[in-house]
């Protein structure tokens, strides 16, 4: 058996009717930029996670870039984040020439709060918590540091859509959140793409003119913006696959569970909490990250049998890239980069072949 650890052909296989059908009307209108489909998609978006506003941007990246750079910071200040995140949360702080503070990580693998009490400095004015694997963290505690210590708390959660915490959705808590739809995201659209939501209509107004250009509803040049649109195409597919988001977020839970079912009494692995672990925090499983012993062993094993598997960002937590310069010390991400391995989770995936990577990981502890 050959399991890829993600199956772009299948993405679009799996659900090529309702992609075809927006395809067409879409390209029979000529509607490309800026058209119905994605307000109305940003209209439903904003429902779906219980925010007032919603804004399609060209990506991920960009929503957080435009976020920072909206809400005005001196060239100095400081911004909280976890290292182990993908590169474009310190990315987007650098490139607006302020400065990521990298914070260590809790054994959930989502930002340390103790941690980050450390790294306060006076210059110190936002958090930005990075909603990991489809799991949002402790916002509770979360909000109570950032309301003690007057941060204003930016959520990247591009790994978070669906997932809830105490019934809210991740990306909700803060000033502003935002979600990617990179291809391999829960929710994927066929290229890039991303949005932000927010309740704050301040800040949406801000963020819709500079998203275009500056321009405002009625054509106005309000201001100096840039081209960060999110294609009506793509917003087209993105609406009618909204509509299967939660069966999707299902199976990743059924998937879930298989794993965790059949791989508790593996004691050299530790999983993730499973989907009943608990009512506080509701899990989507963006991604499947295990700890394990002997991993590039296990790795390599396990793709002799023909099952892929990844380590997160390339094998390095942000803090670990030479290049990038940071010189700090974060022990508890220096150790789970020793041992964290991402299995195959996605919908492409058949019970068989989740059941195969389960008993090939048996085979190898035994
Ligand atoms: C995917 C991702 C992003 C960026 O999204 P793009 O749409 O690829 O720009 C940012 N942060 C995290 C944690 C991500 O996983």
Not at 9 to 23: C, R, S
Not at 26 to 51: C, P, T
Not at 238 to 267: G, S, V
């Amino acid at each position: 058996m050959k399991v890829p650890f993600f199956n772009y052909k299948k993405l679009y296989q799996k659900d090529k009717n309702l992609v075809d059908k927006a395809y067409k009307d879409v390209m029979n209108r000529g509607a490309f930029i800026l058209q119905d489909d994605l307000e109305e998609f940003e209209k439903k978006l904003a429902k779906y996670s219980g925010s007032k506003y919603a804004l399609g941007v060209a990506n991920g990246t960009d929503a957080l870039w435009l976020v920072l750079s909206a809400i005005g910071l001196n060239q100095s200040d400081e911004i909280l984040i976890p290292s182990h995140t993908y590169i474009a949360t310190p990315a987007a702080v650098k490139f607006l020439g302020l400065k990521p503070i990298l914070v260590d990580c809790n054994k959930d693998h989502l930002m340390s709060i103790k941690d980050s009490a450390c790294k306060l400095t006076k210059k110190t004015k936002v958090i930005m918590p990075v909603q990991l694997n489809g799991r949002t963290m402790n916002m509770d505690r979360l909000m109570e540091f950032a309301n003690m210590e007057d941060l204003i708390v930016i959520e990247d959660a591009a790994q978070g859509i669906g997932s809830r915490y105490k019934k809210q959705m991740s990306g909700t808590f803060g000033l502003a959140g935002t979600y990617s739809f990179y291809p391999a995201k829960t929710l994927g659209c066929f290229g890039d793409g991303g949005i932000i939501v927010t309740n704050n209509g301040e800040l949406y107004q801000k963020l819709y003119e500079m998203r275009d250009h500056g321009r405002s509803q009625d054509g106005n040049y309000n201001r100096w913006g840039l081209n960060s649109r999110l294609d009506n195409l793509q917003a087209a597919i993105l609406l009618a696959k909204l509509e299967l988001l939660d069966k999707e977020i299902n199976r990743r839970r059924e998937i879930a569970k298989m794993y965790n079912d059949n791989l508790l009494k593996t004691k050299e692995v530790i999983l993730p909490p499973g989907p009943k672990a608990n009512d506080i925090h509701y899990d989507t499983y963006q991604n499947y990250e295990v700890e394990c012993e002997n991993r590039d062993k296990l790795k390599k094993y396990l793709l002799d049998r023909g099952v892929s598997t990844i380590i997160q960002w390339g094998g390095q937590a942000i803090h670990q890239i030479a290049a990038l310069n940071f010189e700090v010390h974060l022990p508890l991400t220096d150790n789970l980069f020793q041992k964290c391995l991402l299995l195959p989770m996605n919908t492409t995936l058949s019970d068989d072949e989740v059941y195969y990577i389960i008993e090939s990981i048996q085979e190898f502890y035994k």
